[in-house]
């Protein structure tokens, strides 16, 4: 019986530059809208608008960054965004960890068409669901209101921290949890103490993911708040185009004081985030 030999090594030497080539073609075409925005939000405004466009400014100033932050609405908005950003993060894993725990562990009527469900409700265009939920919350006049806001991002959340979830609490073996209960724990004890600390990378994803989405979002926060002291960032940034016309430099260093919570969010538990999307896709 004869088996495969590996490939000289010459060879996957020689493929190794065109492939290193082209990620970092490909890693550059995706960071450039990125570095586009950094290099406008410290231009100045003489230089926003050259033609030919330049690539670099020789003059990096912070005008258009304190232009931004004394807007009267900045602080504000960065308040709203915190508090439903966290709300939904928080309510999204309380609920989404329960139900993904009763899903991976427990058999009951209907669990199929539970996880059917789920699935569907992704699959639902957000512009098909604004009317009706707009109805529902003005009826419980929760229109205008941070909590209402969560509510609905809540809907488009927890199907998907559900889902998540599963996988990492499926990926536990149930005999620890067994071996726990065997030592005198409650299930919700063993829960407590083995489950739950295992599930700490998928917690991480899911509220990486939570909280994207939930900071992110504009046209929800868009139709369902009208005060301007509870409007998010997102609604903020558009207040940088006017009839007048659009400040440039204040919009994309708004977009950069946007961007940088999460980003640097994301720098501090990205470890956690690798391991925990290898643990989820173990067991589904």
């Not at 957000?126 to 006049?141: E, K």
């Not at 299930?187 to 600390?197: E, W």
């Amino acid at each position: 019986m004869t088996t495969a030999s590996a490939p000289p090594r010459g060879a996957r030497r020689r493929r190794s530059p065109g492939a290193n080539a082209l990620g970092l073609l490909f890693c550059t075409v995706m960071a450039f809208p990125l570095y586009w925005m950094l290099l406008t939000a410290i231009r100045p405004s003489s230089e926003i608008r050259s033609n030919p466009p330049q690539f670099w400014t020789a003059e990096p100033t912070l005008d258009n960054f304190r232009r931004a932050m004394a807007s009267e609405t900045f602080w504000s908005s960065v308040r709203a965004s915190a508090l439903v950003g966290v709300g939904t993060v928080v309510v999204s894993l309380l609920i989404g960890v329960a139900a993904a725990y009763a899903v991976a562990r427990f058999s009951f009527f209907g669990r199929r068409a539970f996880v059917v469900v789920i699935l569907s409700v992704q699959m639902i265009p957000l512009a098909g669901l604004i009317i009706p939920l707009y109805l529902l919350l003005s009826d419980a006049g929760l229109t205008d209101s941070l909590v209402g806001v969560v509510l609905t991002y809540l809907v488009f959340m927890l199907p998907f921290t559900v889902w998540l979830l599963r996988g990492f609490v499926a990926g536990i073996p149930v005999e620890l949890e067994e071996a726990a209960m065997v030592d005198g724990c409650t299930r919700a004890g063993a829960f407590r103490r083995v489950t739950l600390p295992l599930l700490a990378p998928g917690l991480v994803a899911t509220s990486i993911y939570a909280l994207v989405q939930a900071w992110n979002e504009y046209v929800l926060a868009y139709v369902l708040l009208s005060s301007t002291d509870k409007q998010t960032v997102s609604i903020w940034l558009v207040s940088f185009q006017t009839s007048f016309g659009t400040d440039y430099g204040a919009l994309m260093a708004g977009a950069t004081l946007t961007a940088l919570p999460v980003v640097v969010f994301f720098m501090i538990v990205q470890r956690r985030v690798a391991a925990g999307l290898t643990v989820g896709a173990v067991k589904g």
